[in-house]
T-cell receptor, first 111, second 113 residues
Framework: GNSVTQMEGPVTLSEEAFLTINCTYT??????LFWYVQYPGEGLQLLLK?????DKGSNKGFEATYRKETTSFHLEKGSVQVSDSAVYFC??????????FGQGTRLTINP | SAVISQKPSRDICQRGTSLTIQCQVD?????MFWYRQQPGQSLTLIAT?????????ESGFVIDKFPISRPNLTFSTLTVSNMSPEDSSIYLC??????????FGPGTRLTVT
């Protein structure tokens, strides 16, 4: 079945550091890929998505590129801020099938 | 994008009681879902809420414990029945729109004592 694996956290960085959170997936065919963010005490928000190979999703300075050859969708940001502290979830779905989540990566940014 | 609201936002309940969580979407969605998120964990799908018919439950979840209703396209309820401390979790409602994007409510934080 489909699955998503994220790098284990927690991840702690200083403000303005470069961020990478790794995400790889297992799926048959061509799933859509997503990154969700969960700020403390809140629900999940869709951060960005990509629906086909080589697509790049971007939002709020975050980017992720759909790499079919490496089955990856790594999240990157060039300069993080304290306000980016949250839990980040990589996810995939295929058509009408359910959304499959990774285990989540807790990110803390120190001033 | 869809905006999803839930109530209550949190509750503390006694063992053996039941709690009904309401979910309202501001626009029509094709599918609605209920998830559970235990402390520090990822999301686990409980069931897909089907309009006007019985929900479709995932393995490990049963209707007697988590009855779900969806009387129309924009509203659903989840009941957590005969609660025990193991049911303490965040329960999240979600809706998928025609663009296949899935949106989440803010969650209901349930503590069972």
């Amino acid at each position: 079945g489909n699955s998503v694996t994220q790098m284990e956290g927690p991840v702690t960085l200083s403000e303005e550091a470069f961020l990478t959170i790794n995400c790889t997936y297992t799926a048959t065919g061509y799933p859509s890929l997503f990154w969700y963010v969960q700020y403390p005490g809140e629900g999940l928000q869709l951060l960005l998505k990509a629906t086909k190979a080589d697509d790049k999703g971007s939002n709020k300075g975050f980017e992720a590129t759909y790499r079919k050859e490496t089955t990856s969708f790594h999240l990157e940001k060039g300069s993080v801020q304290v306000s980016d502290s949250a839990v980040y979830f990589c996810a995939l779905n295929q058509g009408a099938q359910k959304l499959v989540f990774g285990q989540g990566t807790r990110l803390t940014i120190n001033p | 994008s869809a905006v999803i609201s839930q109530k209550p936002s949190r509750d503390i309940c006694q063992r053996g009681t039941s709690l009904t969580i309401q979910c309202q979407v501001d626009s029509q969605v094709t599918m609605m879902f209920w998830y559970r998120q235990q402390p520090g964990q990822s999301l686990t799908l409980i069931a897909t809420a089907n309009q006007g018919s019985e929900a479709t439950y995932e393995s490990g979840f049963v209707i007697d414990k988590f009855p779900i209703s969806r009387p129309n396209l924009t509203f659903s309820t989840l009941t957590v029945s005969n609660m025990s401390p193991e049911d303490s979790s965040i329960y999240l409602c979600s809706g998928k729109d025609r663009a296949d994007e899935q949106y989440f409510g803010p969650g209901t934080r349930l503590t069972v004592t």
